[in-house]
């Protein structure tokens, strides 16, 4: 199992990032790497926000954060292969709420993924990280 935080700095709160860019929010997994097959997300909202996580392949020469992003401050999900967003269950739901928890299962192939929260305006604010899924 991956323990996954998600954490912001609450609203209005924002710190100097990478490259100067401002960012608030964050997703942290508890392991970078995991062996193919079953793969369960634990997922806490130590934040002050509602947040979700889904997961998404990354394709050859593309790295985690560099998703375009819709007139929405929303990416694309589709290709999404789980999703972790309903507070205090499993599975698919209207976020989870903060202090609370979700949790997902599925089946990942060896590859690199990337872990993302899609409220609007979390991905560009930092809400993303990369999973590599190893051969058993």
């Known amino acids: 199992m991956i323990e996954v935080t998600a954490g912001d700095m609450g609203p209005g709160m924002m710190s100097g990032g990478p490259g100067g ?7 942290q997994a508890s392991a970078n790497s995991v062996s193919a097959g079953q793969v369960s997300l634990l997922v ?7 947040h979700e996580v889904i997961v998404l392949p990354l394709h050859a020469g593309q790295g985690a954060g560099e998703r375009p992003v819709g007139p929405d401050g ?8 789980a999703e972790a967003s309903q507070t205090c ?6 976020g989870i709420r903060p202090g609370t ?26 809400m993303y990280t990369e999973l590599g ?3 058993p």
């Open 21 to 27: 860019h401002m960012v608030m929010m964050r997703l």
């Open 133 to 135: 899924v190893t051969s």
């Open 101 to 126: 928890t979700a949790w997902t299962t599925t089946a990942l192939q060896p590859g690199r993924y990337e872990l993302i929260c899609n409220f609007p305006g979390h991905y560009t604010a930092g």
């Open 74 to 81: 929303r990416i694309d999900e589709t290709g999404s292969l």
């Open 44 to 50: 806490f909202n130590a934040g002050a926000l509602t």
């Open 89 to 94: 269950g499993p599975g698919a739901g209207e």
